[in-house]
């Protein structure tokens, strides 16, 4: 499966010009469904299974969903290609690590990916960049209406959309924003602000959602239930109780330490860029601490000479299955930490 093209560029939700960029990197709406007069993944053997895959293609196919799908069976793809997806946020872990009949389609732009055989049957994904919930719950709307006028999804006129996880089962909605808040963890604040979070019974996550550790001072911040609330009512209540707090705790912190510890904040954003500049050996972990904090100085006017889409890019191309990807060998820790390194000193050079 030639999978070439996701290497040379990122998609469209991680284009830098979304609404509230500076701290909302993007917007996902997730739909769980799953299909009527079929066993759900769990109960289901491979032969169910890979008939649930055959039917859900027929479907794809023949129906305009997002204009032109590409769509990828898992068994066709390497356990690399497979960490590529993951990488870009096109398929969960599940999905990469589970063997058997399942399939992602997605859209050229990455906006839409659609999963067959997750935990659920479907797993309907709308990324869109900066914060986007509203219009991405829209978009991914029409999907799911086109694709309920060719299957009947499993539904309950009690308790909504069946699906395999309760905590699913109502709306099967979970909507999540990427948020960046280095200045609140640098003024110690963060931890009042994610436990306020958690109160509101919002899951707080890493970049790879769930059973991620946040690193490089990225969240992920998603609804924990879909039962006993509308989808309106979810979106608004993340947006208007969580998402737009944060982003003004985030930019009170950054005038803080702007205005009363310049120093210190232009030492750790400029060390950053040193580092990355000339290192020759970089971790995965540490370039997207390191890139946090470049990509912090470019919105507090640092730089002149970095592009936010070159830090975008490399958030996605330093990760370890790009990286071997790009570098055309399968490499070790120590391999790819020098690579790493080569590679973003070459991209910060010519980033101006």
Known sequence: MDLSGLYQRVGAWLDETGPVNDIVISSRVRLARNLAGFFFCGQ????????VLEFVREKLTATDVQGSLWYVPMEQVTALQRQVLTERHLISRELAETGG???????????????????DHLRIQMMANGLQLR??????????????GQVEYAFSAEYGYLTACPTNTGTGMRVSVMLHLPALKMTGEIEKVLRAAKDLRLAVRGLYGEGSEPVGDFYQLSNQTALGKTEEQIIDDLTRHAVEPMVE??????????????????????????????????SSEEALYLLSYIRLGIHLGRFRDVRMSTVNRLFLTAQ?????????EDLDAGGRDRARADYIRRELAGAA
């Open 44 to 51: 289901a053997d491979e032969a169910q299974q890979r008939q």
């Open 101 to 119: 009949p399942r399939a992602v389609a997605l859209t050229p732009d990455e906006s839409l990916a659609v999963m067959v055989n997750e935990e």
């Open 135 to 148: 219009e991405t719950y829209e978009r991914i709307c029409r999907v799911d209406e086109q694709l309920e």
């Open 249 to 282: 705790y985030e930019r009170r912190a950054r005038k803080k330490l702007s205005e009363g510890k310049a120093t210190a904040l232009d030492d750790k954003i400029f060390r950053a860029k040193g580092i990355l500049s000339h290192a020759r050996m970089v």
């Open 320 to 328: 370890p299955a790009h990286l071997q990807t790009l570098f055309g």
